[in-house]
Each structure stands twice: as C-alpha cells, then as structure tokens.
C-alpha cells in the first residue's frame, strides 16, 4: 500500500439529494459539481435522482437502477446535497441510498445541506448520517450548508458573487479531505 497518493483520476459522484420539482437544492449540487469538476485529477459525475427509477425500498432487485448501479460501481467518492424537509432529509435519497449497499463500502462521502430557513439543511444532514454509516460510506468531518440557498443562486442556478468566496473556501477544506480520503481509500480497496 502506498501513502495515499496517486496519479489515477478520482471520479466523484455529486448527487442531487430529492426528486421534487420545485428544488433549491439542485442548484447547489450543480454547483458543487462544477466547483469539483474544475479540481486536477477530478472526474464528475452528475447525478439528479429525478432522472432515476427507484420504485422501491431496499436493495433488491427491482428496487435498483442499472444507471445508476454502474455510477456507484464505477465511483471513488460520493457528495451529496441533502436538502431539508421537514427536519429530515428526503425519503427519495433514502432509497437510492439503499439501492446499492453493497457498492459503497470504504468510499468516502461528502456532504451539503440546503434549506429554505436559516439553518442550513443542518438537521437533515445529521439525521442522515448515521443512515450513511450503514452503507459502509465514509463520512467526513467537515460538512457545508447552504440556508436560504433561494437567495445564494439566481434563477439560472449561478452562485450570487457575494457568497462565491466563503463557498468557495468552504468546498476547498471539504474537498481537501474527501480528496485525501478517496486516494487512500481507492488504493487500499
């Protein structure tokens, strides 16, 4: 085993975290991916779960997506944007989370929360991590929210130029560590 460096590139997938139509959230997924995709040695995968079937509970068969088997499969690291939802995080995450519990095991994972209220998406992201841990994920320590993320993005989805440097820093640091934490992982596994 190496020191946790390689040259091969890492694929991250940045999941979108709910499939309702009216969502802030997408928006700071697409920008987090764009924000990853610009990283050396980073290749992006998109994922908005309104574009996957997941028809049911759990991991069986027909509960699965083979698009999106072959994404978790083919991924070094997850991040996923987890809005809020009534104090929770939404049951459509859950069951693609749960689709593929036999892929995500010693993959690290970031996280974002995103709500329409002051707190970020903060309740939901720690609701959802021990649900993560599960999974056999690897959850990192630092964690970005996004409150009132209605007011972060303009109408196209672009992040507003005042809040481009904090989250540009904040990503930074999270990205650090889940870099750091994919490259170990993917040459242990």
């Known amino acids: ?49 309104i574009d996957f079937n997941f028809p049911g509970d759990g991991n069986d068969p027909e ?18 944007v987890v809005p809020e939802y009534n104090h929770s995080f939404p049951g459509s995450l859950k069951r693609m989370l749960d689709s593929e519990l036999s892929l995500y095991n010693h993959k690290p994972i970031g996280l974002a929360g995103a709500s329409s209220g002051a707190w970020g998406g903060v309740r939901a992201v720690e609701s959802l991590v021990p649900a993560i841990r599960e999974t056999g994920l690897v959850v990192m320590s630092w964690d970005v929210y996004f409150p009132h993320v209605q007011d972060i993005f303009d109408d196209q989805g672009a992040i507003k130029e005042e809040f481009r440097e904090r989250y540009e820093t904040s990503l930074g640091k999270l990205f650090d560590e889940l870099l750091w934490f994919a490259r170990l992982l993917k040459s242990a596994r």
Do not use: C, H, W
């Not at 764009?34 to 290749?43: I, M, S, T």
């Open 1 to 49: 085993m190496n020191n946790g460096t390689t040259d091969s590139k890492i694929t991250i997938a940045v999941l979108g975290g709910t499939t309702r139509v009216q969502r802030e959230s997408i928006k700071a997924a697409q920008y987090i991916a764009d924000f990853a995709g610009k990283l050396p040695d980073v290749e992006v995968i998109f994922v908005d779960p």
């Open 63 to 80: 509960g699965k997506d083979p698009r999106y088997s072959a994404i978790v499969e083919q991924a070094d690291a997850f991040f996923v």
